[in-house]
């Protein structure tokens, strides 16, 4: 076989095709770019207005409590709405908009916490609308049996974005500052939105809004064993693990001394981890089946992270732990978030799919803030170490909610449910997932 020949034949199948090659890329790029401003935007409150933990946390809260206040009322519109990916790519835009704004206010010296605590709330409120509107546009572009090569692909360019994003933040950061190395992540969002532009998916049919239209979504978590217990487990994790990650840059950059490029080049390294995940994902649900896997993820995730706080001494010793924590954190992050949504995806209905996702958002996504808050105020109260210590230890329990649960005996992932052709599903259709039975 020609060098080309070989070349080509290595490329995943799904990315021959047209529709989700361009999906793909405009996920990969968003992906990138939100690394960038996750590192750039905490240090151009450190760093430009000189931000302390009460700050962060405030900070961090005004991104996250849209996840709170809005994944339910934003996932019950989106199944209502026939033309998910117009919406899409308007929130890329706007958020492209909103994310400018900070080096030009930046360039005439009129930057305030203000002005990042509104951005950071806007950027999250259409973070929300774009993400319950992915979910239906992911399941419009693949088959059911497909989804974890689909989740592996995406997720494979999330681990990339670990990879570069990072680096190429904390780089742009020294090089341009803080403020200006936010303009890369702006023109992601526009590039986003140029690829979703170019593809024409068949979507689930909207549902027209009937009694209980608003909490069916809701309904259907908690009537699920399975659903009820990947929901606790991850709620646990995002609490934890948002104290841990409001208090993170903080911490390395005055506590452990680190400057903003070397902890973003070790970050980034240490992110090639999720690209070993990645490829690792569909080999170990295989091997052990999908529920297993989940377990492996959930407890993969958060274990390393315990190296953070413990990391003291010469930077070699630093830098070596941080690296360690990134690395296997990245690898059981990647592990979880192929498997656990694959298995969810195949278990939710299409005409229940948005509404689903954003009561789960609101479930597991609202105690981000609060975890944030928590965080702030800990780390004001009792010191960064100690916080990070209670962050990295009680993210581990989350195992305490899957282990008993019926996840760590499913095999293979069920089969998808099918769309109901018309009208709203009734609560007797909702209920008839394979789920149900767990």
Known sequence: MTAPGRLSAAIPDLLRKRSFRRYWTAQSISLAGDQISQIALPLVAVLALHADA?????????????????SLPAGAWADSRAHRRRVMIATDLARALLIATVPIAYALGALTFTQLYAIALGIGALTVLFDVCNTILFVSLIPAERYIEGNSLVNGSRAMSFVAGPSAGGLLVQLFTAPLALLADAVTYLASAYCLARITPAEPSAVPPATGHFTAGLRWILRSRVMRATFA????????????????????????????????LVLGIGAIGGLVGAFLTGRLVRRVGIGPAVVVGFAAFPVPLLLVPLADGPDPIVLSLLFLAEFGSCVGAMIVDISLGSLQTALIPHALRARVNGAYRTLTHGVRPLGALAGGALGAAIGLRPTLWIATAGAVTCLVWVLPSPVPGIRELPDSPPEPTHGAPSASASASSPSSGY
């Open 54 to 70: 009460v700050q962060m946390g405030w900070l961090a809260t005004a991104q996250l409590m849209p996840a709170l206040l809005l």
């Open 233 to 264: 487990a991850s709620a646990t994790v995002q609490f934890f693990n948002f104290i841990f990650h409001t208090l993170f840059v903080l911490y390395a950059t005055t506590e452990l001394g680190l400057s903003a490029g070397m902890l973003g």
